[in-house]
């Protein structure tokens, strides 16, 4: 086991900078409702997604780092809404950057759906 994740940090170095994340990422632009601290739900933009996390366009929305927050996604079908908790890790010009924390019923199901 510990072979295999030596390998993927140096594959991960190839390209001049070390990558954290383990699993890998897909652009989409799909739309997340995004309640955190109370506040009323904002509608936000998936921009990058992995199993692990996402980059998240939230416009005017300014949320500080650490904080927790909770995504609603729209699912298809008979999935309804699919809620994932996540830790935002990172503050960007135009958005958020997070780390998944809570999966909930069919989310882990639902996110496979996107990144196939």
Same mark, same amino acid.
């Given at each position: 086991?510990?072979?295999w994740?030596?390998?993927v940090?140096?594959?991960?170095r190839v390209?001049?900078f070390?990558?954290?994340?383990?699993?890998?990422?897909?652009?989409?632009g799909q739309?997340?409702?995004?309640?955190y601290?109370?506040q009323q739900?904002?509608?936000?933009?998936?921009?990058d997604?992995?199993?692990?996390g996402a980059?998240?366009? !939230?416009?005017?929305? *300014?949320?500080?780092?650490?904080?927790e +927050?909770?995504l609603h996604?729209c699912?298809? #079908?008979?999935?309804?809404?699919?809620r994932?908790?996540? !830790?935002?890790v990172? *503050?960007l010009?135009?958005?958020?950057? +997070?780390?998944?924390?809570?999966?909930?019923? #069919?989310s882990?199901?639902?996110?496979?759906?996107?990144l196939?």
């Amino acid at each position: 086991m510990h072979i295999w994740l030596y390998c993927v940090k140096i594959w991960l170095r190839v390209g001049g900078f070390v990558e954290r994340r383990w699993s890998r990422r897909k652009q989409v632009g799909q739309d997340v409702l995004l309640h955190y601290d109370g506040q009323q739900a904002a509608v936000c933009t998936i921009r990058d997604l992995s199993f692990e996390g996402a980059r998240i366009d !939230t416009g005017s929305l *300014v949320v500080a780092p650490s904080v927790e +927050v909770q995504l609603h996604f729209c699912g298809s #079908g008979d999935q309804g809404m699919v809620r994932i908790g996540a !830790t935002v890790v990172r *503050v960007l010009e135009d958005g958020i950057g +997070v780390n998944f924390s809570e999966y909930h019923d #069919g989310s882990c199901r639902y996110l496979l759906t996107l990144l196939d």
